[in-house]
């Protein structure tokens, strides 16, 4: 049908009938929530096609999980990462990030009353490696307070601390979508004194150099 009519015949006015409650029975209903509580929703970082099968294909590689993955389209971009143990789906929420043709993917776990129209996005978890420090900062407290001023702190890398070579302090943070990157900051000390440190953003795609936020090119 032609999109436009569709739409005129969407804006009529409801008729007494159609507003009748439609009831759904319960059989089937437990394996159904079961296959959606083990389900990540996600869609690509991007407005530009891209080769839909070619992605799917990657994801399935990369994560190496065969027949226990089904993706399935479900409509405005979202794919429905269905998996069959709790432990495949938290490896994938974990390793992020995951990228197809430089554009980031983008999860969430499944919610009750998601649909493809209302998932959103609001915020990435990204590794953030501190550089620029004072080495009597250099400790997983000073990352969890430094991390806090970028987002939502959701981890520290304890390996970067008591690596031999430990000059930077990595920390995974939740960011805002909405929110540009910084790039540098001021860090105080306990005792007042200030040092500038750089951060630097772990495999991230589609920076847009001119807003310094992620999933979009200058020119788009």
């Not at 437990?30 to 083990?38: A, P, Q, R, V, W």
């Not at 953030?128 to 702190?153: H, M, T, Y």
């Amino acid at each position: 049908m032609d999109p436009d009519i569709l739409d005129r015949i969407q804006r009529i006015s409801l008729t007494a009938e159609e507003k009748t409650d439609i009831a759904v029975q319960q059989s089937h209903r437990e394996k159904t929530i079961e296959e959606c509580s083990l389900s990540l929703f996600g869609r690509l970082l991007t407005d530009k096609p891209y080769n839909q099968r070619a992605a799917k294909n990657l994801f399935r590689a990369v994560w190496k999980l065969g027949n226990d993955l089904k993706i399935i389209d479900v409509g405005n971009g979202v794919y429905q990462f269905r998996f069959k143990l709790e432990s495949q789906l938290r490896w994938v929420a974990d390793n992020g990030l995951w990228s197809f043709d430089n554009h980031l993917l983008v999860v969430r776990r499944w919610e009750k009353g998601m649909l493809a129209q209302n998932i959103t996005y609001p915020s990435i978890s990204l590794w953030v490696q501190v550089w620029g420090l004072p080495f009597d900062l250099l400790n997983a407290e000073a990352a969890k307070d430094i991390g806090s001023g970028l987002g939502r702190v959701v981890g520290v890398d304890q390996m970067a601390l008591s690596s031999v070579q430990a000059r930077f302090l990595r920390v995974r943070v939740e960011i805002p979508l909405s929110q540009p990157l910084r790039r540098r900051g001021p860090v105080v000390s306990p005792e007042g004194e200030r040092s500038w440190v750089e951060f630097r953003y772990e495999r991230i795609d589609g920076l847009c150099f001119s807003c310094r936020r992620l999933g979009h090119e200058t020119k788009f």
